[in-house]
Every structure is written in C-alpha cells, then in structure tokens.
C-alpha cells in the first residue's frame, strides 16, 4: 500500500511563496507520475501540476508561470513551489501518484491565500 505524506501547506499573503512536499512510501514497483491536485470550497477537485518519472511537466493554464513542480526520484518525493500567490488559489492541496494501474492520494493540505 502506497502511503503519501504531505507538508508545507499554511497561511499567506497575496503575493508571497509556500513549498509544498509529498513523499511517497511503501511502493513495490516504480512511481510513474506524481502530481498535485487542489480543491476550493463548492469546487471539483482539479489538477494543478504533474511531473513523470522522466521529468516532463504540465500545468494548469491558472498557475503557469507562478508554481513550479519538481521530485526527487531517489527520495520519491514531489515538490511544488508556489509563488505570486493570489486569493484564488487558496484550496486544500492534494498529492497524487500514480503505481501501475492504481493512483495514490494523500489526506491534504490546506493553502489559504490573504487579500
């Protein structure tokens, strides 16, 4: 059973920085693409950024430019620096990876963003 621990969540300003961590343990076989998900309160829960194994990244068209997803394949833990946050991105942030056939979630980390 694939475990994802997540960390660095909290509260900013408009305008300021979070790094949020994910480190993923317990997978028998290599972890393919890991990413982040978020969820506003009355929202659906949409992807934010995805890395795979090889590096390759995509983004949702509301953070390009501002966040940047990165892992550590020997650590299987995945990054995700945040700048020039806006009000807006304020959600409760979520780790996913994906084992085989099978994707992963952590518990989720609250990001609230002050006007």
């Known amino acids: 059973q694939v475990q994802l621990v997540e960390s660095g969540g909290g509260l900013v300003q408009a305008g300021g920085s979070l790094r949020l961590s994910c480190a993923a343990s317990g997978s028998r076989f290599s972890i393919n693409t890991m990413g982040w998900y978020r969820q506003a309160p009355g929202k659906q829960r949409e992807l934010v950024a995805a890395i795979s194994s090889g590096g390759s990244t995509n983004y949702a068209d509301s953070v390009k430019g501002r966040f940047t997803i990165s892992r550590d394949n020997a650590k299987n833990t995945v990054y995700l620096q945040m700048n020039s946050l806006k009000p807006e991105d304020t959600a409760v942030y979520y780790c996913?990876?994906?084992?085989?056939?099978?994707?992963?979630w952590g518990q989720g980390t609250q990001v609230t963003v002050s006007s």
């Open positions: 996913n990876c994906k084992v085989l056939w099978t994707a992963y």
